[in-house]
């Protein structure tokens, strides 16, 4: 499973330049863990950082003027950091695999002549075989939608008249597309065809409980999507294909919920699907309409981490939200023993201002963000706070640290 080792912001919003882990212009840096949660006070820039993630996403999924356009962001000018008037841009570093040499994919968006956001920049390099040292050679490389690729599974191992033959001048008709988008579905570039799938492969949770409350078309689903409204889908699915995986996630949300004893999905005569709790406390059962948004959520996230084919990259935004305290600490464990780094394990991305779930986790794994006196925000990596690293050695909990102010920049 591909792996995330480091992620770059500038311009955005709040997130004027921040970096998370490794790039390959700063190798310094530690790579990011399998399963990463950043914190921070209200405002410090949390919900930027994931929607930061989020866009990029959107911006293959849909367009880059669609992306900015969402409600939620109100276009590109409000998405800008105020004060530059340079380019919004992202740097994403990963390995498709363990052992694999990293690539960078680099993405600069700004206005055109006309206001418009378009794809000013758009670049995808990797270390030739044996090269340990030096620049990157870059794949695909896109001015405002013109510029070169390199064919071939080899292209990037080309040296001399080789490399001449490899390449292909490129001109892209829309600027508004991401060219990984186009250039990803042909044959002849898998390279970029496995980065586009990776990139469309993430998970960002927008999960809320009324969505799974919602009752839909009877019809197994492989996978959840982000609102949680076919949750009952995913149920039927698993009941049929993975019985004893389904069995084992009813076990554990046993242990952490008391009481229930039994999740199904019933198809009702008019071809809908309703998820049935079984409560050992009541003869009869109840339905998800009836069910705390907690017992939703903890069973919508344990459900999403035991997708048998899981997504590659999972970001939820504060997961604690409507959770009882106790109840956190055992999330947080479950999320990081999916998130192992291993063959078909997704990444996880959290952020949460839950000192409750932040008791579960090592220095290395959690990131403070920050608002400064400009107003744009800074992040650090906890385990580089060398006070904060000997007292959790000493066996005390990072959030008992974390509310008790030893994590604050002063």
Not at 43 to 53: E, M, Q, R, V, W
Request: contains cysteine.
């Amino acid at each position: 499973m591909a792996l995330i080792e480091g992620f770059r912001v500038r311009n955005y919003r709040a997130l004027r330049d921040v970096t998370l882990g490794k790039l390959s212009t700063q190798q310094q840096g530690e790579p990011l863990t399998p399963f990463t949660v950043v914190i921070g006070k209200n405002g410090a820039g949390k919900s930027t950082l994931f929607d930061a993630f989020g866009f990029v996403a959107d911006c293959l999924s849909t367009d880059v003027e669609t992306a900015c356009d969402d409600k939620q962001r109100g276009g590109f000018e409000r998405m800008r950091s105020l004060g530059t008037s340079e380019p919004i841009q992202f740097e994403i570093y990963y390995r498709e695999a363990k052992g694999e040499r990293p690539i960078t994919y680099e993405l600069a968006i700004n206005l055109d002549g006309s206001g418009r956001p378009f794809v000013q920049s758009e670049v995808l390099k990797q270390r030739r075989k044996l090269q340990k040292f030096g620049r990157p050679f870059p794949f695909l490389r896109l001015d405002h939608g013109k510029g070169k690729v390199w064919a071939g599974e080899e292209a990037v191992e080309a040296v001399d008249s080789e490399e001449d033959s490899a390449q292909e001048e490129v001109e892209l008709t829309d600027l508004r597309q991401l060219g990984i988008a186009t250039l990803g579905t042909l044959k002849e570039h898998p390279r970029i065809k496995r980065f586009r799938d990776f990139l469309k492969g993430w998970y960002l949770s927008y999960f809320h409980p009324d969505a799974a409350r919602s009752i839909p078309s009877a019809g197994a689903q492989r996978h959840l999507n982000i609102h949680g409204d076919n949750i009952g889908n995913v149920v039927q699915y698993m009941e049929r294909e993975h019985k004893e995986r389904f069995k084992s996630i009813l076990e554990r949300i046993a242990r952490k919920i008391p009481g229930i004893q039994g999740i199904r999905a019933i198809v009702t005569e008019d071809k809908r699907v309703l998820l049935q709790f079984n409560d050992g406390a009541f003869s009869d059962p109840f339905y998800a309409g009836q069910m705390s948004d907690g017992t939703l959520k903890i069973f919508a996230y344990l459900l999403l981490m035991e997708d048998p084919e899981p997504p590659p990259f999972i970001c939820i935004e504060e997961p604690e939200n409507g959770l009882y305290h106790g109840l956190l600490d055992s999330l947080a464990r479950e999320l990081r023993s999916h998130a192992t780094g291993k063959k078909n394990a997704p990444q996880v991305f959290v952020t949460t201002h839950q000192p409750h779930f932040v008791d579960a986790l090592s220095p290395r794994e959690v990131w403070i963000l920050e608002k400064g006196a400009d107003g744009f925000s800074t992040i650090r990596r906890v385990s580089d706070l060398a006070l904060v690293q000997s007292l959790v050695n000493e066996g005390l909990p990072l959030g008992g640290l974390w509310y008790s102010d030893y994590l604050d920049a002063s």
